[in-house]
Each structure stands twice: as structure tokens, then as C-alpha cells.
């Protein structure tokens, strides 16, 4: 049964960093493409980030240059470090793993973790 389980987030002032994490287990981790997706109140769900199994990734504009997506194949984990946090940065934040064929997730959601921004 695959799970994934998102937590890190917090409510944080504008500016300030948090650093998110996403547990993996029922997958083969460390063949699988990860992503982080948001979703913000009253929005459609939206790509963050993406890592490949061998660590390249690719940012969407609006994080780019702030956040930082990581993996540990060894504890089958994946990370999202988010500096220099805007409001704008609100959203309940999701892992998963990552088809760059398909250009879609593979599994059923987890439930998110809240990152709050607000001074």
C-alpha cells in the first residue's frame, strides 16, 4: 500500500523559511521521480517542483530561485526547503511520485501539509 505522508508545515511571517518533508513507503523511492504540488484556498492544484531519480530538477517561475527541492534515496524521503516565503507561498503543499512521461502523478494524494505565511 503506497503511502505518503507530507509534514513541516507551519505558519511562518513573510520572509522566513520552513523546510518540508515527504515519507515514502510502498514505492520503489529511489527510481521514481518526486514532486511537490500546492494548492492554495479557492485554487486548482499546482506544480511546484520536480526531482528525477538522479537529481536534476526544475522549479515552476513563481518559486524559482527560492525553494529547493532534495532527496534522500536512503531514507526515502524528499524535501522541499522554502526560503524567502511570500503570502502568496499559502497553500496546503503535497508530495508525490512523478511520471515526466505522463506529466502526471502516479499515486492517490496524502494529506498535505498547511504552510501558512502571514506577518
Known amino acids: 500500500q503506497v503511502q505518503l505522508v507530507e509534514s513541516g508545515g507551519g505558519l511562518v511571517q513573510p520572509g522566513g523559511s520552513l523546510r518540508l518533508s515527504c515519507a515514502a513507503s510502498?514505492?520503489?523511492?529511489?527510481?521514481?521521480?518526486m514532486a511537490w504540488y500546492r494548492q492554495a484556498p479557492g485554487k486548482q492544484r499546482e506544480l511546484v517542483a520536480v526531482?528525477?531519480?538522479?537529481?536534476?530538477?526544475v522549479y515552476a517561475d513563481s518559486v524559482k530561485g527560492r525553494f529547493t527541492i532534495s532527496r534522500d534515496n536512503a531514507k526515502d524521503t524528499a524535501y522541499l526547503q522554502m526560503n524567502s516565503l511570500e503570502p502568496e507561498d499559502t497553500a496546503v503543499y503535497y508530495c508525490?511520485?512523478?511520471?515526466?512521461?505522463?506529466?502526471?502523478?502516479?499515486?492517490?494524494w496524502g494529506k498535505g501539509t498547511l504552510v501558512t505565511v502571514s506577518s
Open positions: 510502498g514505492i520503489i523511492f529511489s527510481i521514481n521521480a
Open positions: 526531482i528525477g531519480w538522479g537529481g536534476n530538477s
Open positions: 508525490n511520485a512523478y511520471s515526466v512521461s505522463r506529466k502526471g502523478v502516479l499515486y492517490p
